[in-house]
């Protein structure tokens, strides 16, 4: 077995190409041959589509060996099993190569016309899960080095041969974030300038704008207007928010790189509400915070909340990864403690259990998400559309005055009509098939913009200066003891609610849940009989634009509120109600779990299942969990 982890590592050491390459693992035709029939023509200025792609977690592996053994301890490196072509679904395993190249010759093949930028929220590089082949810095710098490879084989310009600019070398913004794995100690980031943000900026010498580089290298954060002097999307290093990195000390101490970096997002903030512009947040470790998953620092996620609130007029929304699942999470602004922010008093909620969220902890975290928004303030059914867009339903007049009287005082406690007391943070499911393989597209409102193109642009050099100065300025003040923080202004009483809240121009209309169902597509593709119609796709999960149960008409926070309101209800109103006895709960179920039902429901009565919550829960894991096993874990058809 050690001789056997020495031979692969001297291959890697002499090749980093460690697994063979297969019809199915080879890279994309170069963005630069002669597939491309105008090579020295320019590139027309690409059209808004009102599309952008979140993906996340590749985690490629080149040590990852079909048909090893997917038992954690032998990570589909070693032995005999089930790792499939093109992954190990429901397993630890890291992604083959194979799953790479599919994915990007999928978005080559069906996306990459119809977006106009792409999210890409970290942890491009394999986890240390095999003893006998530890990572090295190496490794994870050419795993990166890849991915980087992958977009420019997929979104690469054509006719960009001689340019010397590094960030015009692609047709679309792409724009990256550190993940937890990108490093070397995983998890542990210590204050830049480091060797790790030294690395980047040369591995994502392509993405980060060159006013930027001098903040990225002290800090790996960075952004780009991804369509100029309109939206922006900032890429957070959050692993100086992170729990589990034990070289800083969250966000309270100006001496502190968490510190440093809400108040750099503080001033961007600052200068795109003077410029009119719209953001985007975008970064790899979600604030999940419950009992069993606290993953930030309380002191830098009491600063995100205040910030998200006072810069609600600019901030579009925030996407996460890390997590492998798809959820989101609200953040309620009446938990905002101003001496917590400034660590003045210790905070109530303390980490507990396994820092890296697994799939049997997962269950624990869903159900606590659940059981917090089951304390979400109650509406009464039936208003959700028509008293939300200002219209009653034409009843008896004299019940008018008490009817607007109790929605107004749900209103009330919500935050008003756009339910400005919470704001909502998206988590995407990963590539890597812990699950099924996933990304998600999105849908944004361009209503005015049409005209304008997607590109790398940035502010003017002079806003920059005046950035770095504030910021060296706080830093050279270390004679004072105490620091008081500077609290974001908030925005304008007479400002109209911004594009998190009120559907206008740049919010979130809608998104669409791609998934590859390894199951089938290993199946398909294995020897000896390989179908001849054998095809690696991603396909629909479900679409938020025509969804039956979630019935969101858009994105915005209220549209989560009222989503988060019916997951959490014990008892679901009627219409999120699975019939026991009907059809609604046998589709849900298995061929052989519907037998089973059949047999026993004459003689158990069962409890009400709320289908909001259950579809959450089987979105949660990307449709890749049977219904047995979420019964064991979720209780969907516990006896009264």
Same mark, same amino acid.
């Given at each position: 077995?050690?001789?056997?982890?020495?031979?692969?590592?001297?291959?890697?050491?002499?090749?980093?190409?460690?697994?063979?390459?297969?019809?199915?693992?080879?890279?994309?035709?170069?963005?630069?041959?002669?597939?491309?029939?105008?090579?020295?023509?320019?590139?027309?200025?690409?059209?808004?589509?009102?599309?952008?792609?979140?993906?996340?977690?590749?985690?490629? #592996?080149?040590?990852? $060996?079909?048909?090893?053994?997917? +038992?954690?301890?032998?990570?589909?490196?070693?032995? *005999?099993?089930?790792?499939?072509?093109?992954?190990?679904?429901?397993?630890?395993?890291?992604?083959?190569?194979?799953?790479?190249?599919?994915?990007?010759?999928?978005?080559?093949?069906?996306?990459?016309? =119809?977006?106009?930028?792409?999210?890409?929220?970290?942890?491009?590089?394999?986890?240390?899960?095999?003893?006998?082949?530890?990572?090295?810095?190496?490794?994870?710098?050419?795993?990166?080095?890849?991915?980087? /490879?992958?977009?420019?084989?997929?979104?690469?310009?054509?006719?960009?041969?001689?340019?010397?600019?590094?960030?015009? #070398?692609?047709?679309?913004?792409?724009?990256?974030?550190?993940?937890?794995?990108? %490093?070397?100690?995983?998890?542990?980031?210590?204050?830049?300038?480091?060797?790790?943000?030294?690395?980047?900026?040369?591995?994502?010498?392509?993405?980060?704008?060159?006013? !930027?580089?001098?903040?990225?290298?002290?800090?790996?954060?960075?952004?780009?207007?991804?369509?100029?002097? @309109?939206?922006? &999307?900032?890429?957070?290093?959050?692993?100086?928010?992170?729990? =589990?990195?034990?070289?800083?000390?969250?966000?309270a101490s100006k001496f502190e790189p968490g510190y440093e970096h809400f108040e750099w997002l503080r001033i961007q903030l600052q200068f795109f509400r003077q410029r009119g512009m719209k953001a985007i947040l975008e970064g790899h470790v979600p604030p999940a915070r419950t009992m069993s998953k606290l993953s930030w620092d309380e002191t830098c996620w009491q600063k995100y909340t205040l910030w998200l609130q006072q810069y609600r007029d600019v901030i579009v929304g925030g996407l996460y990864g890390?997590?492998?699942?798809?959820?989101?999470?609200? !953040?309620?602004?009446?938990?905002? +403690?101003?001496?917590?922010?400034?660590? *003045?008093?210790?905070?109530?909620?303390?980490?507990?259990?396994?820092?890296?969220?697994? %799939?049997?902890?997962?269950? #624990?975290?869903?159900?606590?998400?659940?059981?917090?928004? $089951?304390?979400?303030?109650?509406?009464?059914?039936?208003? +959700?559309?028509?008293?939300?867009?200002?219209?009653?339903?034409?009843?008896? @007049?004299?019940?008018?005055?008490?009817?607007?009287?109790?929605? !107004?005082?749900?209103?009330?406690? %919500?935050?008003?009509?756009?339910?400005?007391?919470?704001?909502?943070?998206? &988590?995407?499911?990963?590539?890597?098939?812990?699950?099924?393989?996933?990304?998600?597209?999105?849908?944004?409102?361009?209503?005015?913009?049409?005209?304008?193109?997607?590109?790398?642009?940035?502010?003017?050099?002079?806003?920059a200066s005046a950035q770095l100065d504030e910021l060296k300025s706080q830093r050279n003040h270390r004679s004072y003891k105490k620091h008081k923080y500077v609290k974001p202004r908030p925005p304008s009483k007479s400002q109209p609610p911004g594009p998190a809240y009120s559907p206008q121009t740049f919010s979130w209309l809608s998104y669409t849940q791609y998934f590859a169902n390894l199951t089938t597509i290993n199946a398909a593709f294995a020897p000896p009989h390989k179908s001849k119609h054998? /095809?690696?796709?991603?396909?629909?999960?479900?679409?938020?634009?025509?969804?039956?149960?979630?019935?969101?008409?858009?994105?915005?926070?209220? =549209?989560?509120?009222?989503?988060?309101?019916?997951?959490?209800?014990?008892?679901?109103?009627?219409?999120?109600?699975?019939?026991?006895?009907?059809?609604?709960?046998?589709?849900?179920?298995?061929?052989?779990?519907?037998?089973?039902?059949?047999?026993?429901?004459?003689?158990?009565?069962?409890?009400?299942?709320? @289908?909001?919550?259950?579809?959450? &829960?089987?979105?949660?894991?990307?449709?890749?969990?049977? /219904?047995? #096993?979420?019964?064991?874990?979720?209780?969907?058809?516990?006896?009264?």
């Open positions: 077995m050690i001789l056997r982890s020495l031979l692969l590592l001297a291959l890697w050491t002499a090749s980093c190409h460690c697994v063979p390459e297969s019809d199915q693992q080879k890279p994309l035709q170069s963005a630069f041959t002669s597939s491309h029939p105008n090579q020295n023509s320019l590139e027309k200025p690409r059209k808004l589509h009102g599309r952008f792609l979140h993906i996340t977690d590749f985690h490629p #592996d080149r040590f990852y $060996s079909q048909y090893a053994s997917t +038992d954690s301890d032998d990570a589909c490196h070693w032995g *005999e099993g089930d790792a499939g072509i093109f992954g190990a679904e429901n397993t630890d395993c890291d992604s083959p190569i194979s799953l790479i190249n599919a994915t990007f010759q999928w978005i080559n093949d069906n996306l990459k016309d =119809s977006i106009d930028f792409v999210i890409w929220t970290g942890d491009s590089a394999r986890h240390d899960n095999d003893e006998l082949i530890p990572r090295t810095n190496e490794q994870v710098v050419e795993l990166n080095e890849m991915m980087v /490879e992958k977009f420019v084989e997929v979104f690469g310009k054509s006719d960009n041969i001689n340019d010397t600019d590094p960030t015009n #070398d692609f047709t679309i913004p792409i724009v990256p974030s550190f993940g937890n794995n990108d %490093i070397l100690p995983h998890n542990i980031f210590t204050p830049g300038p480091n060797t790790w943000t030294k690395t980047f900026l040369r591995v994502w010498r392509k993405f980060i704008p060159e006013e !930027q580089r001098h903040g990225f290298e002290r800090g790996g954060w960075f952004f780009v207007e991804v369509i100029p002097n @309109k939206l922006a &999307v900032l890429s957070l290093n959050t692993l100086y928010f992170f729990n =589990s990195n034990t070289a800083v000390n969250g966000c890390h997590m492998n699942m798809d959820h989101f999470m609200l !953040q309620d602004n009446d938990d905002i +403690d101003s001496k917590l922010i400034t660590g *003045e008093v210790e905070p109530a909620m303390r980490p507990r259990g396994s820092k890296e969220i697994s %799939i049997q902890s997962s269950a #624990d975290y869903l159900n606590e998400l659940r059981y917090r928004w $089951s304390a979400l303030p109650a509406k009464e059914e039936g208003k +959700d559309l028509e008293v939300r867009n200002g219209v009653w339903p034409d009843k008896k @007049k004299k019940k008018e005055k008490e009817r607007k009287s109790k929605h !107004q005082q749900y209103l009330d406690k %919500i935050g008003g009509e756009w339910g400005e007391r919470y704001s909502a943070t998206l &988590v995407g499911a990963s590539v890597v098939p812990n699950f099924f393989p996933t990304m998600r597209i999105f849908e944004y409102n361009i209503t005015g913009v049409q005209g304008s193109t997607s590109s790398m642009h940035t502010y003017h050099e002079e806003a054998a /095809e690696f796709l991603y396909e629909v999960e479900y679409d938020t634009k025509n969804d039956t149960v979630y019935r969101m008409p858009d994105l915005t926070v209220r =549209s989560y509120i009222d989503l988060a309101t019916r997951i959490g209800k014990y008892k679901p109103g009627k219409d999120d109600v699975w019939d026991t006895t009907g059809s609604d709960v046998e589709d849900g179920l298995s061929s052989t779990k519907k037998k089973k039902h059949k047999k026993n429901k004459k003689h158990k009565k069962r409890k009400a299942i709320n @289908k909001v919550w259950f579809t959450f &829960v089987k979105r949660a894991y990307v449709g890749a969990k049977d /219904e047995e #096993d979420l019964q064991d874990q979720f209780g969907f058809m516990r006896d009264n």
